[in-house]
C-alpha cells in the first residue's frame, strides 16, 4: 500500500476537525502559507485562504503503474451527520499514456465541500508532458462555525485551476516548462476600520517556470525564469484593488561529481542582480549542505483599507543542512537565518524518521529565534508514532497509529481578518492529539480515528471556538483490474 501526502514536511495548523480552517504554513516562514504544488498545478497560498481541504484524496496505491487501479474512501461521524467520500481512479490508456482521476464530496449535514481533479500523463521517447484540472469548492457549515466574535461571517471558495508540465531531453539538452492559471471566487471577512466587512472578489493567479540545461564535459550551464501575476478584483463593480507581480531571471554553472554539487548564479530580483551560491557534499551515509539565495515572496493583509493591502517581500535565506541516512533511518538539520528589510530571524528544523519491524516514528521540530519582529509560530512539534503488533505474520495488518502537534504561538489567530496572524499575545502553548486504530488486509483498511482524544477543549485564541474531540470511521477500498 502506497501513501501520498503534500504537507508531510511543513506547518499543518489545525483549527478544527474537518479541516474548514487548517492552514497549511512554510517551514521556513512559518508566517506565510504554504503554495500547494499537485501534480503540475501551483495553488496560490499569498492571499490568506485556507487550503488544506483543496487537496485530493491521498493514494493508496501506485501511480506509476501502468495497471487501471480505482479507490473508495469513506469517513464518517453519524452524532455529527460528517460524510466524506473520495473515489480516485488511475488507467493505463496505452503504454505511454496513463491518467489520474480523483472526486470528494464532503458534507456536515449540508455539503461543504467539493473536488474534482484530472490529470493526463503522457511520454515519448525524449518528452514527458503532463496535464491538471481541478475544480474546488468550499463553505463554512452553519453547524459548526468557529468565530466566537462575528458568527455570520462566514468564508466561502470556489477555484477551477489548470495546468501543464512539459520536460525535454535530447542529447546534452534538457528543458523544463511549468504554468498554472487559478481563477477563484473569495468570499470573506476583512477588518477595515475595526468594523468587519463582508467581502466578495475575485482572484486570478499565473504560475510560469522555465527551465533549460545544457551540459558540457564537466559542468552544466542553466538558465532559468519564473514569472508570477496576481490580480485581484471587486466581484460587484470590477474595481481591482491588486494588479501586480515579479519576473526572476537566473542563469549559472553547476556541477555533480560523485560526492560532490555545487552551483553558482546570477538572479536578478527588482532590476538588481543578485548573486546566489549551493554546495553539497556527500560523504557515505552523511550529507553537508549550505546555500546562500534571495527570493520574492508575496502576501495579503490587513490595513485602513478595505481590501487590504498585497506586499511583495524580497528575503535573503542562508542555510546549512545536515543529513544522515542509515537503512531505515533518516534525520536531517536546517540552520539557517532570513532577513528582509523590515524583519530577520534564525530558524533550527530538525526531522527524521524511523521505520523497523515493529513500529514507524516521523517527527518534526521547528524552532524560531533572535525575532525583530514576531512570526505567528514560535515553535512546532509533530511527532507520529505507528505500531504493528502483528506485522507479517498474517495476511492483515493491524495497527495503530498515535499522532502529537504541538504549538508555540506568538501572535493572536484571527479567522475574520486577511491576515493568518494579528497582534502580538503572550506565547500561548497548544496540544493535539489524534489517535487511529485498525486492520490492514492489502487491498482494503478500516480504522476508527479520534482527534483531540486527551482533552475535550483546545484553545488556539478567544476568537475562536474551542477546539473539540471528533471521532468518525474510515473505510478505504482499493480495487485492481
Known amino acids: 500500500m502506497f501513501s501520498n501526502t503534500n504537507f508531510s514536511d511543513n506547518i499543518n495548523l489545525f483549527l478544527d476537525p474537518i479541516n474548514i480552517s487548517t492552514f497549511v504554513l512554510d517551514k521556513y516562514h512559518p508566517n506565510y502559507q504554504l503554495d500547494l504544488n499537485y501534480y503540475s498545478l501551483i495553488i496560490d497560498g499569498s492571499v490568506n485562504m485556507p487550503l488544506y481541504h483543496i487537496d485530493p484524496e491521498e493514494i493508496y496505491f501506485d501511480y506509476e503503474s501502468n495497471s487501471s487501479i480505482s479507490q473508495l474512501s469513506f469517513k464518517q461521524n453519524k452524532n455529527d451527520k460528517y460524510f ?24 456536515l449535514i449540508d455539503n461543504i465541500n467539493q473536488n474534482g481533479f484530472l490529470n493526463i500523463n503522457k511520454k515519448y521517447e525524449n518528452l514527458t508532458f503532463d496535464v491538471s484540472y481541478l475544480y474546488h469548492y468550499d463553505e463554512e457549515p452553519n453547524q459548526y462555525n468557529l468565530n466566537l466574535e462575528n458568527s455570520q461571517l462566514l468564508k466561502e471558495n470556489e477555484s477551477f485551476v489548470s495546468g501543464y508540465s512539459l520536460k525535454y531531453i535530447f542529447s546534452n539538452l534538457f528543458f523544463e516548462s511549468d504554468f498554472s492559471i487559478q481563477t477563484s471566487n ?57 494588479d501586480t507581480g515579479y519576473n526572476i531571471n537566473s542563469l549559472g554553472l553547476s556541477k555533480d561529481s560523485d560526492n560532490i554539487q555545487f552551483k553558482i548564479y546570477a538572479r536578478l530580483i527588482n532590476d538588481v542582480v543578485e548573486p546566489g551560491f549551493e554546495f553539497n557534499y556527500e560523504l557515505n551515509d552523511f550529507k553537508f549542505g549550505f546555500e546562500n539565495v534571495k527570493y520574492n515572496r508575496g502576501i495579503l493583509i490587513d490595513n485602513q483599507q478595505i481590501y487590504g493591502e498585497y506586499i511583495l517581500t524580497e528575503y535573503e535565506k542562508n542555510n546549512i543542512n545536515l543529513s544522515y541516512t542509515f537503512k531505515k533511518y533518516n534525520t536531517s538539520i536546517d540552520l539557517g537565518k532570513i532577513k528582509s528589510s523590515n524583519n530577520s530571524y534564525n530558524y533550527f528544523l530538525f526531522a527524521g524518521d524511523l521505520n523497523s519491524k515493529l513500529f514507524d516514528i516521523e517527527y518534526d521540530y521547528f524552532k524560531y529565534f533572535n525575532k525583530l519582529e514576531n512570526l505567528g509560530i514560535d515553535e512546532y512539534m509533530n511527532i507520529g508514532f505507528c505500531i504493528y503488533p502483528l506485522r507479517s505474520k498474517y495476511e492483515f495488518e493491524l495497527y495503530g497509529k498515535l499522532n502529537f502537534n504541538h504549538y508555540v504561538i506568538d501572535r493572536d489567530i484571527n479567522l475574520l481578518t486577511m491576515d493568518v496572524f494579528n497582534e502580538n499575545i503572550n506565547k500561548q502553548h497548544t496540544q493535539l492529539y489524534s489517535f487511529e486504530f485498525g486492520f490492514n488486509f492489502d487491498s482494503f483498511i478500516i480504522s476508527y480515528n479520534s482527534k483531540n482524544l486527551l482533552s475535550n477543549n483546545v484553545i488556539f485564541s478567544d476568537s475562536i471556538v474551542p477546539f473539540k474531540r471528533f471521532d468518525y470511521i474510515k473505510i478505504i477500498w482499493i480495487f485492481k483490474d
Open 84 to 107: 466524506n467520500t473520495r473515489i480516485a481512479a488511475s488507467s493505463a490508456i496505452n503504454e505511454s499514456t496513463k491518467s489520474i482521476f480523483q472526486i470528494e464530496s464532503k458534507s
Open 186 to 242: 473569495h468570499v470573506r471577512s476583512e477588518s477595515y476600520l475595526v468594523d468587519y466587512q463582508y467581502l466578495s472578489y475575485n482572484q486570478r493567479t499565473v504560475v510560469n517556470s522555465n527551465l533549460l540545461h545544457y551540459n558540457f564535459k564537466n559542468l552544466t550551464l542553466f538558465i532559468d525564469n519564473k514569472n508570477y501575476d496576481i490580480i485581484l478584483e471587486d466581484d460587484s463593480n470590477d474595481f481591482g484593488f491588486v
